[in-house]
């Protein structure tokens, strides 16, 4: 059974950080992209973040460039996505993604709101 179930949502202070965790399982993790999405009521879902299969090389949507990390842990089978100087607009559910040619799994999401 394949899951993916993301943790470390939660409320933060404009300015403050987050760590956000997804752990995997049912599915073979070293042969999948991960990507963290995020999605605002009203709004489509925005890919905030990609890591490959090796964590090689990663990408970011320019909204948080230079404030969010992408990583992964194939040994545990887990990806992070480690948020600095948060911002009212980073207030979104935060959803892990895993992918290959083949298929696509999403977790649950959880939900982050950035406000004082």
């Known amino acids: 059974q394949v899951q993916l179930v993301e943790s470390g949502g939660g409320l933060v202070q404009p300015g403050g950080s987050l760590r956000l965790s997804c752990a995997a399982s049912g599915f073979t993790f070293v042969n999948y992209v991960m990507n963290w999405y995020r999605q605002t009521p009203g709004k489509e879902r925005e890919l905030v973040a990609t890591?490959?299969?090796?964590?090689?090389?990663?990408n970011y949507a320019d909204s948080v460039k230079g404030r969010f990390t992408i990583s992964r842990d194939n040994a545990k089978k887990m990806v992070y996505l480690q948020m600095e100087s948060v911002k009212p607009e980073d207030t979104a559910v935060y959803y892990c993604n895993a992918r290959n040619y083949y298929y696509s799994y999403w977790g649950q999401g959880t939900q982050v709101t950035v406000s004082s």
């Open positions: 890591i490959t299969s090796t964590g090689g090389t990663t």
